[in-house]
Each structure stands twice: as C-alpha cells, then as structure tokens.
C-alpha cells in the first residue's frame, strides 16, 4: 500500500516526482493509418494488443497508485480496428468501477450512421465519458474527412456536443479535402499546418516533417532541461507490451509494468522516483535536456549527419539523438519500444 513516508518530509517542498494522474492506454500500436505526424510510427503493418485482462490489471494498478487515482483515456493507434476488444475492455473496467474519461479514434470506422449509433450507444453504456476524434491534414491523407465530419456530429447529436472532442475541429471546418490534391498542394497545406507548431517533431514527424521547418542549431537548446516532462509530468503512456512512457515523448521508456500489475505499477513509480537522475538516456535529459545527449553519442563513436542541418525543436534534437543512440542497442531498457525507432 501507499506509504505516507513517501512523501516530502517538508510539505512546503514539492515531490521530485509527480504521481501518474492520467494515462492513456495504448491497447495496440495496429492502425489503418500512417500519419506524417505520427510519433509512435503506427502503420497498418502493425498490430500488437493488450488482452482484455492487461489492459484492466494496469488500468486498476493506476488508479490505486495514488490517493487521487488516475484518469485513463483509451487510444492507440486505433482502438476501434478491434471493436469487440475495445468494447470488452471498457465494460471489464466499469466492472471495477473505472471509466474511460475518452476514447481515442481517427474515425475511419465510421463508414455510415447505423455503425455509429451502435457503437456510440455501446460506449456510452460502457460508462465513457467523451469520445476524442483525431482530424488534420496528416490523418486526412489517410482517413476520408467525410467519415470524420459523420463520426464528430453523429456523437453531438447522440451524446451530446460536451461529450465530443475534435483534435482539430478549426480543420474538419476548412473545407479541404486533401486527399483531392495535388502532391505540391497536400505539401503546402502540411507545411503551413506544421508551421503552426500542434504537433510534436518526434517520431515519424521527425523523419518526414521536420525539414519543413525552419532549423537551429543544437546550442539554441542548450539549458532546456526536460524536468516538467518526466519526472514532474502527472502524465504517461503505456502501450501493448506494457511499456510506460513519460507524456507524449514516444520512443523514451520508464519501464514495463508486468502481473500483478498492482504491485508492477507501484514498484515502477517508486523505482523511477528512486533512480530516474542515476538514469543513462532519462537523468541526462532532465538535469540539461536533450543537448546533453550528444557528449553521450560522441563517447558511443556515432556520427549523427544531422547535426549540420539542424533541428526544428527542442524535442527533434531528442529524438535523433536518442535514435542514434537506440541503433547501439545498448540503451534498450530506456529507449524502447524499438517500433518507435524502425519503419
Ligand atoms: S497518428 Fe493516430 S491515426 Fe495516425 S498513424 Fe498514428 S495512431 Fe494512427
Ligand atoms: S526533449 Fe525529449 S524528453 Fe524532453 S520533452 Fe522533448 S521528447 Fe520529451
């Protein structure tokens, strides 16, 4: 159980680190998706699961680690390409008393209004509270808008506009269908939609987006540390394999939960919170940010070509230093999982 020991023997004096208070449940990294800005690199070639019984051990072993418990929104890549798992999840976890404050989808499922109402009605009984709907240019290229438009005012109509999240509704109301454009057409709208500066250049979005952006040098980073993203982030992902990772900063791993995952979670938290600045790849990042990582890939011998070019942000510097580092193999407790790193 929760020792009160835990905490600051000062109450005035903040914990290093914050307890996991919301956290999405990766339930697969499968999609019918490869979005540009995708930071996990899901790809309809993959498709690991959680069981229904992993996905509700850890989401009980969240919601005991602290006193306040733990939202958890469901997502992965794409929850609903395994409608009756999802389903079954959910109602496993109302069980227990735990509900999904969203449900994340990119909405290609909705392919007609009978479809939905089923499942919105499913959900809703499930006990979900608001159903997220992804939609920008990038999941556009691959997912028709009408579908999205359908899924975003089919679920205002049925469960109301409060329990409906469009992550970007400005987007669903331009009136683009990018999938009618030209390849010079779609690369100016991505390019001004990245410019924008919404999605995090990590991952895929490293790979394929970045060099839309303007890039600096890796000095321009130095002395921003990643403190409010790891250890003092309430925030983490835990995918199929029961990786958790700090936030959205995909590809870095705290750890793997295992059964009994009551336990499993408490000791993960605890050993983080015990070790994280003794860590490689995790205590250099949050005593001086990314830009400590490259004393750490020349030590390695890695020649890193980017490095002239330049990086579009803080966290793109993070990314392709921690993917030359992951190519080593030697950091693989903390840069996983390797999906993340491999096409
Ligand atoms: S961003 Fe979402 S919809 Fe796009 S590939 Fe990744 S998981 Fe799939
Ligand atoms: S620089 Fe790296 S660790 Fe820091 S917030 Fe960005 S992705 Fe996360």
Not at 15 to 35: E, F, H, N, Q
Not at 100 to 105: D, G, L
Not at 258 to 264: I, K, T, Y
Not at 312 to 321: F, R
Request: glycine share 8%; hydrophobic share 40%; aromatic share 6%.
């Amino acid at each position: 159980m929760y020792n009160m020991s835990m905490k600051s023997p000062n109450r005035h004096e903040p914990m290093p680190v914050k307890y996991w208070s919301r956290a999405g449940l990766m339930i697969t990294d499968g999609c019918d998706a490869a979005c540009a800005s995708c930071y996990l690199r899901c790809t309809p070639g993959r498709g690991r699961w959680m069981t229904v019984e992993t996905a509700v051990g850890i989401w009980i072993g969240l919601a005991r680690l602290s006193p306040h418990g733990c939202r958890v929104h469901v997502t992965g890549g794409e929850p609903f390409l395994d409608w009756q798992r999802l389903i079954d999840i959910l109602h496993a976890a109302a069980g227990e008393g735990l509900h999904a404050e969203s449900v994340e989808t990119n909405g290609g499922w909705a392919i007609d209004d009978a479809i939905i109402r089923d499942r919105l009605a499913a959900l809703d009984a499930a006990g979900m509270e608001k159903l997220a709907i992804s939609a920008d240019p990038f999941h556009q290229a691959f997912i028709p808008i009408e579908r999205v438009r359908r899924l975003a005012a089919t679920t205002e109509e049925v469960l109301g506009p409060d329990r409906v999240r469009v992550r970007w509704r400005d987007w669903l109301d331009t009136g683009v269908d990018i999938q009618t454009l030209s390849p010079q057409e779609r690369d100016t709208v991505f390019t001004e939609w990245i410019a924008a500066g919404r999605d995090r250049i990590n991952g895929r979005a490293a790979e394929v987006l970045s060099h839309m952006l303007p890039l600096k040098s890796p000095e321009t980073f130095a002395g921003q540390t990643c403190r409010e993203a790891l250890p003092r982030s309430r925030h983490v992902h835990i995918g199929p394999e029961g990786i958790v990772t700090p936030g959205v900063c995909a590809g870095l791993s705290i750890g793997r939960v295992v059964a009994p995952w009551e336990d499993s979670v408490r000791n993960l938290w605890n050993e983080f919170r015990e070790n994280f600045a003794d860590r490689p790849i995790l205590g250099r990042l949050v005593e001086k940010g990314p830009t400590a990582l490259l004393p750490l890939a020349q030590e390695q011998g890695l020649a890193v070509p980017q490095l002239e070019h330049g990086f579009a942000s803080k966290c793109h510097l993070c990314w392709v230093m921690r993917n030359a580092l992951a190519g080593t193999g030697k950091f693989a407790d903390e840069l996983a999982p390797m999906s993340v790193y491999t096409e």
